[in-house]
C-alpha cells in the first residue's frame, strides 16, 4: 500500500485553453438576421399583454366584488364561485392566446 502511484486528481471545467484557441470561430445565426421576427416577437408580446391585462382585471377584482356583495356571508357561494368562477375564463383566454400565437406564426411562415 506504500509504494502505490496515485494519478493526480484534476477538476475538469471545460476544454483545455489551448484547445479553445485551435477552434474556428462562428458565427452564430442571431434572431435579429431575420426581418421577420421582431415584428413576430412585437406580435406575440401584444397578444399576451392583451390576454394578462383582459384576465387581471376581472380576476383581481373578484375578491372586492364579493366583498361588497351581500353574498359575503354565505360562506360555501363565496368558496364555489372563488374557486369554480375562474376557470371558464381561464380556459377561454388560453385557447384565444394559442389560436392568436399560432395564426401570427403562420402569417410569418407564409411570407
Do not use: F
Amino acid at each position: 500500500m506504500g509504494a502505490e502511484s496515485v494519478p493526480r486528481r484534476e477538476v475538469v471545467t471545460g476544454r483545455p485553453a489551448a484547445d479553445r484557441a485551435a477552434l474556428p470561430r462562428t458565427a452564430a445565426a442571431q434572431p435579429d438576421d431575420d426581418p421577420a421576427v421582431g415584428p413576430l416577437m412585437r406580435r406575440q408580446l401584444r397578444a399576451a399583454l392583451t390576454v394578462t391585462l383582459l384576465l387581471a382585471a376581472p380576476l383581481g377584482l373578484l375578491p372586492v366584488l364579493l366583498r361588497m356583495l351581500p353574498l359575503a356571508g354565505n360562506r360555501p357561494g363565496v368558496w364555489l364561485l372563488l374557486g369554480v368562477a375562474p376557470y371558464p375564463a381561464l380556459l377561454c383566454a388560453g385557447a384565444w392566446y394559442v389560436r392568436r400565437a399560432e395564426r401570427n406564426e403562420g402569417d410569418v411562415t407564409a411570407r
